[in-house]
């Protein structure tokens, strides 16, 4: 009888995957999971990079094995635990209960026609001018204007939350985050004072009452919902749907489908998503001794799933770097996978999905004009694009 032989650790590979712009973060990502799909990374303090698609899936699904509750960002960012996002056990099962009610299919059912009109009328003021560019015109403040009508904010009351928000993910790593950050409470949690004392019919007034979804809220609580709304709703869905325009306004035969057929428009958000994947990687640590991708995993070593590079790997997506609407199967990690899938995917995708829908529909001749300013690695795992300038013919 033979016997199975050891698995071995992970090889070293001194490169950084954190730094750099995102042409040169997309070239390392593809380089690690062409090579070395489960790789040690001797930085911040040691992990195992996973960037290699099956190998991703089988940590996002091992719930047993792989806890968030340590973590998920490597290097950390110093944000208070971010429900469900950092949250195992019973905790996170009541974190999850709190956000799969507020952002449920049926709440963003509902919340379609108010997304509609926010898209229009963010679309109304540019369309005479000819030109402008998208991202502070149209996919930064939508998103965010859309959370706080979720919440119960009136507009200007909504992007100034999210001013406070890009000033404290801004200041991550910095000494001005704690005054960021405290700035950012008082005027959110004003908010829900205000509600205390004068309810209304709004998810700001539920929440003030002190229980939500059988979860007691106190201010810091609130808070946290806060924190995980705004980070997901706000920044991660600005960055999908620019990335999305990005991708359509590059190529006519898309477009033109799109307007032909806008059925296919669900297809192109999921395209968008897989090759933007807006939010890049998030940690685990393991809690027992394991193999990932036939490599030993020890009790206690975190590990980074770069969902990005797994969204391209060519095994599980062919001609993988393409946008293609007849992408059959395209089951992509950009809302990760198993237990801390991502709750807010329902609104994401109607805000994707009407955000394109209505742009193309009331300006069929929109186009790039000018360079797309991509970002680095922003707090350790978001993407986005700075700048999308377009022209078309004023309306
Ligand atoms: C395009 C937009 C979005 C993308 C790409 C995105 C991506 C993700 C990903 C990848 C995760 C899993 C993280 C992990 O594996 O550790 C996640 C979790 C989460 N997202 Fe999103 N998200 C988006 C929009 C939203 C929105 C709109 C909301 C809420 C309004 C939201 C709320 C959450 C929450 C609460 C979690 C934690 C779930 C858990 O741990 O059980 N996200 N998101």
């Known amino acids: 009888m033979t016997a199975?032989?050891?698995?071995?650790?992970?090889?070293?590979?001194?490169?950084?995957?954190?730094?750099?712009?995102?042409?040169?973060?997309?070239?390392?990502?593809?380089?690690?999971?062409?090579?070395?799909?489960?790789?040690h990374i001797d930085r911040h303090g040691g992990y195992v990079l996973v960037s290699g698609y099956p190998?991703?899936?089988?940590?996002?699904?091992?719930?047993?094995?792989?806890?968030?509750?340590?973590?998920v960002f490597i290097p950390p960012t110093g944000v208070p635990p971010v429900p469900a996002l950092e949250f195992e056990g019973p905790e996170h099962r009541a974190w999850r209960k709190v956000f799969d009610e507020l952002v449920s299919p049926r709440?963003?059912?509902?919340?379609?026609?108010?997304?509609?009109?926010v898209v229009d009328t963010h679309i109304d003021a540019f369309i005479a001018s000819g030109s402008v560019d998208l991202v502070p015109a149209y996919t930064h403040p939508v998103p965010g204007v859309v959370i706080g009508r979720l919440l119960g904010?009136?507009?200007?009351?909504?992007?100034?939350?999210?001013?406070?928000?890009?000033?404290?993910?801004?200041?991550?790593?910095?000494?001005?985050?704690?005054?960021?950050?405290?700035?950012?409470?008082?005027?959110?949690?004003?908010?829900?004072?205000?509600?205390?004392?004068?309810?209304?019919?709004?998810?700001?007034?539920?929440?003030?009452?002190?229980s939500y979804q059988g979860m007691t809220i106190d201010d810091q609580v609130a808070l946290q919902i806060f924190v995980s709304l705004l980070l997901g709703g706000h920044h991660s869905t600005a960055s999908g749907l620019a990335?999305?325009?990005?991708?359509?306004?590059?190529?006519?035969?898309?477009?033109?489908?799109?307007?032909?057929?806008p059925e296919t428009v669900a297809r192109a958000v999921e395209e968008g998503l897989r090759l933007t994947t807006p939010l890049q990687q998030f940690a685990r640590t393991s809690v027992t001794d394991t193999t990932v991708g036939g490599y030993a995993v020890d009790k206690?070593?975190?590990?980074?799933?770069?969902?990005?590079?797994?969204?391209?790997?060519?095994?599980?997506?062919a001609d993988p770097h393409r946008f293609r609407l007849d992408r059959d199967r395209n089951r992509h990690l950009a809302f990760g996978g198993g237990a801390h899938i991502c709750s807010g995917q329902h609104l994401a995708r109607a805000e994707l999905r009407?955000?394109?829908?209505?742009?193309?529909?009331?300006?069929?001749?929109?186009a790039l004009a000018g360079?797309?300013?991509?970002?680095?690695l922003v707090a350790a795992h978001m993407m986005t694009i700075h700048s999308l300038p377009v022209t078309f013919t004023p309306a």
């Open 354 to 366: 009407i955000g394109v829908q209505r742009l193309l529909e009331r300006i069929p001749d929109v």
């Open 153 to 210: 904010l009136n507009d200007q009351e909504s992007l100034h939350s999210q001013q406070l928000a890009d000033a404290f993910l801004a200041a991550i790593g910095t000494p001005e985050f704690e005054p960021a950050f405290g700035t950012f409470a008082e005027y959110v949690l004003g908010h829900l004072h205000d509600r205390r004392s004068t309810p209304r019919d709004d998810v700001l007034s539920q929440l003030a009452t002190g």
């Open 243 to 261: 990335g999305l325009l990005n991708h359509v306004l590059i190529d006519d035969e898309v477009r033109s489908r799109l307007l032909a057929d």
């Open 300 to 317: 206690g070593c975190r590990l980074l799933l770069n969902y990005a590079a797994a969204n391209r790997d060519p095994d599980e997506f």
């Open 107 to 117: 709440a963003v059912r509902r919340l379609e026609p108010v997304i509609t009109e």
């Open 55 to 71: 190998e991703v899936k089988q940590v996002t699904m091992a719930r047993r094995d792989f806890s968030s509750a340590d973590g």
């Open 4 to 39: 199975e032989p050891h698995p071995s650790a992970p090889p070293i590979v001194d490169v950084d995957p954190q730094a750099g712009t995102a042409a040169q973060l997309r070239d390392r990502y593809e380089l690690l999971r062409a090579k070395c799909p489960v790789a």
């Open 371 to 376: 360079e797309v300013k991509h970002s680095g």
